[in-house]
């Protein structure tokens, strides 16, 4: 979980495309699902939690033991 707030990204965003990349440039997100089961079985994706925050998955697995993610990690989002 990040502590990206729904409302800050929707906010900050103006409703342009974006990048979330983590760690490196190797894991790169583009768009955000709606649930853990839009996207296909080990597919990484980024969806808001039920509080509301931003949080990256990998549907079906978990990505802090399958790429490497830890607490305090730093995500990039960029705007185009």
């Given at each position: 979980?990040t502590?990206?707030?729904?409302?800050?990204?929707?906010?900050?965003?103006?409703?342009?495309?974006?990048?979330?990349?983590?760690?490196?440039?190797?894991?790169?997100?583009?768009?955000?699902?709606?649930?853990?089961?839009?996207?296909?079985?080990?597919?990484?994706?980024?969806?808001?939690?039920?509080?509301?925050?931003?949080?990256?998955?990998?549907?079906?697995?978990?990505?802090?033991?399958?790429?490497?993610?830890?607490?305090?990690?730093?995500?990039?989002?960029?705007?185009?």
């Amino acid at each position: 979980m990040t502590n990206i707030e729904k409302n800050l990204f929707e906010r900050v965003s103006k409703g342009r495309d974006f990048e979330i990349t983590l760690r490196t440039s190797e894991y790169l997100i583009t768009e955000i699902s709606t649930s853990y089961f839009t996207s296909g079985r080990g597919d990484l994706l980024v969806h808001y939690n039920e509080s509301g925050f931003l949080e990256i998955a990998i549907s079906q697995g978990d990505a802090s033991k399958l790429i490497g993610l830890k607490c305090n990690d730093i995500i990039r989002v960029e705007f185009k």
